[in-house]
């Protein structure tokens, strides 16, 4: 690793249980190296919410800034390029020297992203001092290139993960405490492959190189894997079978998670002699403790749920596990969770309450994937459903997000939601706007404000007058500069505008 850092970027690449993670979490404790841990996952498909992420990392590894990084708002998009440099070379300038930023799970984001690129635009900016490390089961993609032809960037694969035979009688005599001979040691060597994790719970379980003997050379890593995982997990007391099954569906957790989705207080302990005992629980460098299951052991564990959970066990952990993660802030966990038990009240309640932030970050892409897991039958019931649905698809489909809109205006309307009507009126003289193809559309929806003030003479709140006095502002001075009304809404313009 120390020779590999002399190039800014490294690569590491092996299958699953290949110990990528823990090479890079051991070198980073070994050395007292500060890194910024970014785990990477389909949601980064969205761009906006791969920076918006990006900075909530930023803010832990450099909590001396008080500003956040910006957000990838729809301004930007023209010049994402120049967005992204900037970006990262402020990201780096926050950073200590020397320091490491870590991508895991890179083969989580999906061969057509544009993440690719965004990454790649990034890790040109690296300043002398800093290393990015990237863990993945797969080749660098053709976007990284450019790094590989000019140098800066070291690739590792299974030849470098592969223990030695030298490597394996030290782990041996680490374990054991004492020296085999070289024709035993070999023996080791060759069942498990230079495989670290087989090698290490190989030494601890009576019988398993006898198992391992029997198949010979066609007992693949992963079968190794999920007898090893069996291993484990049958050899356990019933309460730590409990802690493991319930755990298993938190993608990351820490001591108190484990406690609060279990109800046991030795959950915590638990997980912490998991880790110490190395039996796939990774601790990540972060300021408060967080741990993880190895991806195979985790979905081993899942398995297992499903197998052995009722069905209202399995919804009602899968639930409770939810709403940890909700409460926690991560929201798109607990969206996971919320969709697989079918729990549609829950994902909107979610929904409702992150979209405005969602928007102002620019994040509507994802937005959008959330409300399409809702059935279509759940979203046309619920006018905020529709209405965000078509917020996020202002830019990207201005003539669907007008529909979507125009459904939820008329449902507010219906259900006596001022606060919902005026919000989605303004919404669609917005998208109007945008599309810019027929103004006369503006004569129809004056006539629906002047209704709709008669009824609701007093706007909910400031900010909402103030966004549709806007909106009436903008159309009447560029589309009816005759409107009889014009300098009366100029007023309250200014009188919103001042207590706003």
Known sequence: MDNALKKPVIWITAQ??????????SYLKERKLPCLWYQIDSGDGDIASFFHYMGIAAR??????????????????????VFTRNYFRELFSRLKTPSA?????????????????????????????????????TEPPSAFAGLRANNRMNIL?????ELTTEETSGIVQLKLQKKLSAEIIQELHDKTNGWAAGLVLMLEHQGSADMVQRHGKGFTTQAMFDYFAG????KLDTASQEILLQTSFLPIMTRRFAEQLTGLHQAGEFLSELNRRNYFTIRKPLPEPVYQYHPLFREFLLTQARQQLTDAQLIQTQRRAAEIL??????????????????????????????????????SQTLEEWIKQIPQAVVDETPWLQYWMGISRMTTSPPESESLLQNAYHA?????????????????????????????????????IEEDRQRFPQFPNPEI?????????????WARPDYPWLHEYMREAEHLHAIT
Not at 327 to 348: C, F, N, R, V
Not at 426 to 440: G, K, R, Y
Request: aromatic share 10%; charged share 15%; net charge negative.
């Open 16 to 25: 699953g249980g290949a110990g990528k993670t823990t090479l890079i979490t």
């Open 60 to 81: 832990y590894a450099a909590p001396r800034y008080k500003e956040s990084l910006p957000h990838l708002t729809p301004e930007y998009l023209g010049g994402l390029p």
């Open 101 to 137: 930023i870590v991508f895991d799970n890179y083969q989580d984001a999906s061969a057509d992203s544009s993440l690719h690129e965004i990454i790649q635009a990034g890790l040109s900016e690296i300043p002398e001092g800093i290393n990015v490390i990237i863990i993945s089961r």
């Open 157 to 161: 694969g299974w030849n470098e993960l």
């Open 231 to 234: 291993e484990i997990f049958h």
């Open 326 to 363: 909700e409460g926690a802030g991560q929201a798109e966990d607990a969206i996971i969770l919320y969709s697989q038990t079918e729990d549609w009240a829950s994902m909107a309640r979610i929904i409702l309450t992150q979209a405005p932030t969602m928007i102002a970050e620019g994040r």
């Open 412 to 448: 507010f309307r219906a259900q006596s939601d001022a606060a919902g009507l005026f919000l989605a009126w303004a919404a669609v003289i917005d998208v109007i706007w945008l599309q810019q193809t027929d103004w006369t559309k503006f004569n129809l929806w004056l006539a629906r």
């Open 465 to 477: 007058g103030a966004r549709v006095v806007a909106c009436m502002c903008h159309i009447v001075v």
